[in-house]
């Protein structure tokens, strides 16, 4: 689950961070960032265990109504979307359950937020069309929650503050960690039962690995990588970069020098992103220009075994 945009997040959290604290040690700093990629898979479970605390809400819902109607003589609430056949999968899935074993109650502080989204969800277009479908299929039960999850779920300011109080890990995590969710719920299949596997933290172990050598040679190699980029700063104001900036292009010639079968394209792209969302909304732009250009020069120099594209023209 935990893929390289995540990554390359952290590092530029941390190796911020890394600068701003003061302590400067390689191996805090290490053990640091792999624990707030262990969080955002946390996160990607605690997400999934959210829809199950929705349906054991329901569930004492309907029971309370039932009593109820069984007093007043009155017609019985529908136990359809109880039933829901994925919602209920997703209970037993045995990953899941794993998960949480010491922590069966997760949810249970934020009781009144499930209590509020359950409102939501009974408010809901998507809630009414389905329980007034005669459609009983697993399909119809696995879209139901992917329209509620995506329509309500990834939309809800609300939740974003408990996160955000939780795991200080979790600020910019939520908006990938939903496209994960989702294509969990996709991905389900009946015929798994309980079984159904859910992503894992790391695809592979090359993943980690990128995580920890990217992380290292930002870090340890900072200096070459300040010299690479004033010797190419001719053309640019220099001093225009915000420390922010620095760092993104720190990291980002650390990965152009670091990975060979990364192209430099993806990883200025990737770069370019990521000062978009973290430092001055003239930062993409400014940044693409200074990474092709030391990109240039050091494929020039012999010092990146790389293949660029055609030359732009600098400003």
Not at 10 to 21: D, E, F, G, P, R
Not at 80 to 95: G, R, S, T
Not at 119 to 132: A, C, T
């Amino acid at each position: 689950m935990i893929n390289r945009e995540l990554i390359r997040i952290k590092i530029v959290q941390l190796t911020y961070a890394y600068y701003q604290n003061g302590e400067k040690n390689m191996e805090s700093a290490e053990k640091e960032l792999l624990f707030s990629l262990s969080k955002t898979y946390y996160l990607y479970n605690y997400l999934l265990f959210l829809i199950v605390a929705v349906s054991r809400e329901e569930r004492h819902r309907v029971e309370v109504a039932t009593q109820r109607a069984e007093r007043e003589g009155s017609e019985k609430p529908s136990e359809k979307f109880i039933n829901n056949k994925f919602a209920l999968q997703l209970e037993e899935n045995k990953m899941l359950r794993d998960f949480f074993e010491n922590d069966n109650q997760a949810w249970e502080e934020h009781i009144e937020y499930v209590r509020k989204l359950c409102n939501h969800i009974e408010e809901s277009e998507v809630y009414q069309d389905y329980m007034e479908s005669a459609d009983n299929s697993y399909a119809a039960d696995k879209e139901v929650w992917r329209k509620l999850y995506k329509q309500l779920v990834t939309k809800d300011e609300d939740i974003d503050v408990i996160l955000e109080d939780k795991s200080i890990y979790w600020n910019d995590d939520k908006n990938i960690v939903d496209t994960f969710v989702l294509k969990t719920i996709n991905q389900f299949s009946q015929e798994n039962g309980a079984n159904q596997p859910l992503l894992p933290e790391y695809k592979d172990e090359d993943e980690q690995l990128f995580a920890r050598k990217l992380f290292r040679a930002a870090i340890l190699n900072a200096e070459s990588y300040h010299r690479y980029m004033s010797e190419t700063s001719r053309n640019w104001d220099f001093g225009r970069l915000a420390y922010m900036d620095v760092v993104i292009m720190q990291i980002a010639i650390a990965e152009m020098m670091s990975f060979p079968t990364i192209p430099i394209s993806v990883t200025i792209n990737e770069y370019v992103e990521l000062a978009k969302f973290y430092s001055t909304p003239r930062s993409g732009s400014y940044i693409n220009g200074m990474l092709d250009s030391i990109a240039r020069h050091l494929v020039k120099s012999g010092r990146l075994q790389k293949v660029m594209n055609n030359p732009k023209q600098q400003p």
